[in-house]
């Protein structure tokens, strides 16, 4: 027979667990096919759009990571080499952690904020005010 305290840590353990879910942030998953030998990925623009992000920005991320040359096509990105999933979800998760997550508070209401004077781009948190700076060029 179970105790009263354990009752109220199994409770407490679900409440946490609960709130530890709505906090943290779901990186997006791509959603696509093959057409021939290249991959579309059909949910591009709303990745970008998630994260807040100039899809220019990301597709020239995705692009170099990948090795491959593409283009994006109304709000699909067209990948001319056969790409897994996921392979260009890790990517999404390594653009994720780089330019969208805050290093501090670990939300992505970030913004990119580029200082032209001396080429650094930063990561400016909306939510703690944190600032880090990122690789300018991608
Ligand atoms: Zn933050």
Redesign the pocket.
């Known amino acids: 027979m179970e105790t009263y305290e354990k009752l109220l840590e199994e409770a407490y353990g679900r409440i946490k667990k609960v709130g530890g879910n709505l906090k943290r942030f779901e990186i997006p998953k791509v959603e696509g096919h093959f057409e021939g030998k290249k991959t579309i990925i059909t949910n591009f623009s709303q990745i970008a759009s998630i994260f807040r992000r100039n899809p220019e920005h990301l597709q020239k991320f995705l692009l170099k990571e990948i090795a491959a040359s593409g283009q994006r096509e109304g709000d699909r990105l067209v990948l001319n080499i056969k790409v897994s999933s996921a392979k260009i979800n890790q990517k999404i998760e390594e653009y994720a952690q780089e330019f969208v997550i ?1 290093k ?2 670990k ?1 992505p209401d970030t913004e990119l904020i580029r200082e032209p004077h001396n080429r650094v781009t930063f990561i400016h ?1 909306l ?2 005010g ?1 600032k880090h700076s990122v690789r300018s060029k991608i």
Do not use: R, V
């Open positions: 805050c501090e508070c939300k948190c939510a703690c944190a």
